[in-house]
């Protein structure tokens, strides 16, 4: 890329960072409302506003209304938008472990037969089912957008089993246990529904 370019970038970079300054009052009011009205980590809160306006900035149609009333619906919503994703995930997640937990204590009251993950201890178990669970309900940031992605479980999988080996450490065997795990129970659980 020539000079031009560059040049070019520099420019669009002090514009996006002129305007920011200017509505900054607006997002961190925005930011605060939504905090005392719904709680929450007001940093977190801030951080998603930020990403709000970018997005704001960069589909912004100045044709049909202000940037600043854009910007103000964008963030307004978008904000109220993501909580009630956040909320859904949040209680998809307890439901989760709470099905899978009546699913453990079910299947210990029918039957004796230890899993691969019973070798090591209870505690473990559990650890290594949560850590997993959490995973797939709560992605870090690092593998959330790529998670988000994929339509193909398969392809959900593979990214979760590279964050475990890579970043947590954890033994290919490990990582093939729980997922073996987590799968028979959600089988035993599917049963047990059935049956009901």
């Known amino acids: 890329m020539g000079k031009t370019g560059t040049r070019n970038k520099a420019v669009i970079a ?4 002129q305007t920011y300054r200017d509505t900054e009052p607006m997002i961190n009011k925005l930011s605060w409302l939504h905090h005392r009205k719904i709680g929450g980590d007001f940093e977190e809160i801030k951080a998603q506003a930020n990403l709000l306006f970018m997005i704001a900035y960069n589909t ?6 202000s940037f600043i009333t854009w910007l103000y619906t964008s963030i307004k919503y978008g904000l109220m938008s993501w909580t009630r994703s956040r909320t859904r995930r949040d209680r998809n997640h307890r ?3 709470e099905d899978i937990a009546r699913t ?6 029918l039957s004796a037969e230890p899993s691969p993950l019973h070798i090591e201890a209870k505690y473990n178990e559990s650890e290594t089912i949560r850590t997993l669970l959490d ?10 957008d790529d998670i988000g992605r994929y339509d193909d479980p398969a392809m959900v999988r593979e990214t979760i089993k590279e ?3 890579h970043h947590e450490g954890w033994s290919r065997d490990r990582i093939r246990l729980a997922f073996k ?3 028979r129970l959600i089988d ?6 059935t049956s009901d």
């Open 95 to 97: 439901r989760a472990i």
């Open 104 to 109: 453990v204590a079910t299947e210990h009251q």
């Open 181 to 183: 795990e987590v799968r």
């Open 163 to 165: 964050y475990l080996e």
């Open 188 to 193: 035993v659980h599917q049963a047990i529904s």
């Open 135 to 144: 995973l797939i309900f709560h992605p870090p940031e690092i593998i959330a």
């Open 14 to 17: 002090d514009a996006v960072e």
């Open 60 to 65: 912004t149609d100045d044709s049909s209304s």
